[in-house]
């Protein structure tokens, strides 16, 4: 079972590489505007993630105080 923090970590990962990804669309002669938006959707969703993941471990080390 993962960690949280390792989860997290993993997700920033992702995340980085969706960023490559996405410069690298922009960056073409001719981007394709269907994968761009595609690409910053699965951005927005993997960064909601990392908030939410976040949120939760700072409840939790809060209450563990």
């Known amino acids: 079972v993962m960690s949280v923090e ?3 970590e993993s997700l920033q990962s992702k995340h980085a590489l969706l960023e ?3 410069a690298a669309e922009i960056a073409r002669p ?3 505007f269907y994968m761009v ?3 910053k959707k699965q951005k927005l969703i ?3 993630e990392i908030f ?3 949120h ?3 409840i939790k ?5």
């Open 46 to 48: 993997i960064k909601e």
């Open 30 to 32: 001719n981007p394709d």
């Open 6 to 8: 390792a989860h997290i």
């Open 37 to 39: 938006k595609d690409i």
């Open 52 to 54: 939410r993941l976040s």
């Open 61 to 65: 080390h809060q209450n563990a105080s």
């Open 56 to 58: 939760d471990l700072d």
């Open 20 to 22: 490559m990804a996405l």
